[in-house]
């Protein structure tokens, strides 16, 4: 048995090659094992309610901001494409989460 995984990330848009594969792994059947079986109503209910607060709550924690970037830098991080400033507030997120990387930018 394979497993497909596709990552798209916050207020990305997923590519036309990653819809397709989506669809075509909607379509193969699900598999359940007894150490995970299917979800019941009940726990669907309480999943959706879940990630409706996720959802509520996450448009609170990233204000948007203005910041100044080196042209080079801001060019690389445009040619990843769609997402891309997803990708730079997760990059500074654990930059500010690691402080021995923050020591080193700081002496220089």
């Known amino acids: 048995m394979a497993m497909t995984t596709i990552t798209i990330r916050d207020g990305q848009k997923p ?4 819809i397709k594969r989506i669809r075509a792994a909607a379509k193969l ?3 359940y094992t007894p150490d995970c079986p299917p979800s019941t109503p009940k726990a669907l209910v309480e999943f959706a ?8 709550n996450k ?3 990233r204000p948007a901001v203005t910041i100044r970037l080196m ?3 801001l060019e690389k991080y445009k040619a990843m ?6 990708v730079m507030a997760d990059v500074l997120e654990y930059a500010v989460n690691n ?5 080193g930018a700081m002496t220089k």
Do not use: S
């Not at 590519?15 to 990653?18: A, C, D, L, N, Y």
């Not at 494409?81 to 997803?86: I, L």
């Not at 402080?99 to 020591?103: A, G, R």
């Open 15 to 18: 590519t036309r090659e990653q």
């Open 29 to 31: 059947p699900v598999n």
């Open 49 to 56: 309610a879940m990630a409706r607060e996720l959802r509520k």
């Open 59 to 61: 448009r609170h924690i």
């Open 71 to 73: 042209p080079d830098c």
């Open 81 to 86: 494409g769609k997402g891309y400033t997803g």
């Open 99 to 103: 402080p021995e990387i923050l020591t």
